[in-house]
């Protein structure tokens, strides 16, 4: 299943956005569904805790004026790849797991190896769909 939002930059919270019921009760009527329409929570329950959750999104390179702002050596690079974001405040979705599969999957598809983002601890950065909907669902 895939699932695109809008309403990220002015909060995820709306009926519409990655905090709302849509995701789970998604979830719920597609396994009601592949019941042939019979009623078993537990399988929306097993779809839910067995899924797989990427947040893509785009990163922006370190801008020269706020370069202070990222860690030296963890700043995306223009037309260098892809990004994986990481914050250590799990701002990102990014955790160990999901940051070893989407290595896995651009190193078997012969993808440039990944560029890591890290924002530095004692910056705020803001919170992803990826959490957003790991928490709601």
């Known amino acids: 299943m895939i699932a695109m939002f809008d309403h990220e930059e002015v909060g995820s919270s709306s009926s519409t956005g990655a905090g709302s019921w849509i995701v ?3 979830v719920r009527r597609i396994s ?3 019941r042939s329409g019979q009623c078993n929570p537990v399988l929306s329950d097993r779809a839910i805790q067995s899924s797989f959750v990427l947040s893509v999104d785009q990163a922006h390179a370190v801008h020269p004026n706020y370069a202070s702002k990222h860690e030296k050596s963890h700043g ?3 037309n260098a ?4 974001k990481r914050n250590s405040h799990q701002r990102y ?7 070893l599969v ?3 999957i651009a190193k078997k598809a012969g993808l440039p190896p ?3 983002f890290v924002v530095r ?9 990826g959490p957003i909907i790991s928490s709601a669902s």
């Open 93 to 99: 979705a990014t955790d160990g797991l999901t940051g």
């Open 76 to 78: 995306p690079k223009l």
């Open 24 to 26: 789970a009760e998604a």
């Open 121 to 129: 601890n004692d910056c705020a950065c803001g919170n992803t769909i």
């Open 81 to 84: 790849g892809m990004v994986m």
């Open 102 to 104: 989407v290595r896995e």
């Open 114 to 116: 990944m560029q890591e």
């Open 32 to 34: 009601h569904e592949l």
